[in-house]
T-cell receptor, first 116, second 111 residues
């Protein structure tokens, strides 16, 4: 299993440009999430999905769109990039805990985005 | 969702046992406690999860008192490679993926 994969690893955008960050998982997980992490900070939830065709907003959704057409893929779209969106973006997937516990999340390697 | 409080940073030496305590006073009955580890330039990685009493795996132990208002992650005999940020999360059985990551505890292990 590749786990959670993200592309690209690095990206530089100019203010106003749009782009899509790709995320895919091969573990057949129901839940997928996007987080951003600013320097020295914890992770903040942008959007999440509980299954194909179902998405919802997290803590910091403004400026981002998501869709979930398949179980495997969960792309994050930046509509009009702004310098405030310079950050590291992590995608994660999870499934109902097999032992009955809370969801255990598996994270991708991240995408470092710089907006000039 | 329950909020957690943990120390901003801790220092230790190789070979020592490290205990990181997390406070979660408003934990709900159906909440579990989960700890993640994050190395620089990597995504967080699951370490351990528990509901009450003590949980142990090959990496760490998790101690949870009866009132569940706090928990302690114990790392036995740390090495330089344990230098990382450790996050304590509290979340329900369903929807736990929506739990909040705080700033975490930065652990520095010295030789």
């Amino acid at each position: 299993n590749a786990g959670v994969t993200q592309t690209p690893k690095f990206q530089v955008l100019k203010t106003g440009q749009s782009m899509t960050l790709q995320c895919a998982q091969d573990m057949n997980h129901e839940y997928m999430s996007w987080y951003r992490q600013d320097p020295g900070m914890g992770l903040r939830l942008i959007h999440y999905s509980v299954g194909a065709g179902i998405t919802d907003q997290g803590e910091v959704p403004n400026g981002y769109n998501v869709s979930r057409s398949t179980t495997e893929d969960f792309p994050l779209r930046l509509l009009s990039a702004a310098p405030s969106q310079t950050s590291v973006y992590f995608c994660a997937s999870s499934s109902y805990g097999t032992s009955g516990g809370s969801d255990t999340q598996y994270f991708g390697p991240g995408t470092r985005l710089t907006v000039l | 969702l329950a909020k957690t409080t943990q120390p901003i940073s801790m220092d230790s030496y190789e070979g020592q046992e490290v205990n990181i305590t997390c406070s979660h006073n408003n934990i709900a009955t159906n909440d579990y406690i989960t700890w993640y580890q994050q190395f620089p330039s990597q995504g967080p990685r699951f370490i351990i999860q528990g509901y009450k009493t003590k949980v142990t795996n090959e990496v760490a132990s998790l101690f949870i008192p009866a009132d569940r208002k706090s928990s302690t992650l114990s790392l036995p005999r740390v090495s330089l490679s344990d230098t990382a940020v450790y996050y304590c999360l509290v979340g329900p059985v369903l929807g736990g993926f929506k739990t909040i990551f705080g700033a975490g505890t930065r652990l520095f292990v010295k030789a």
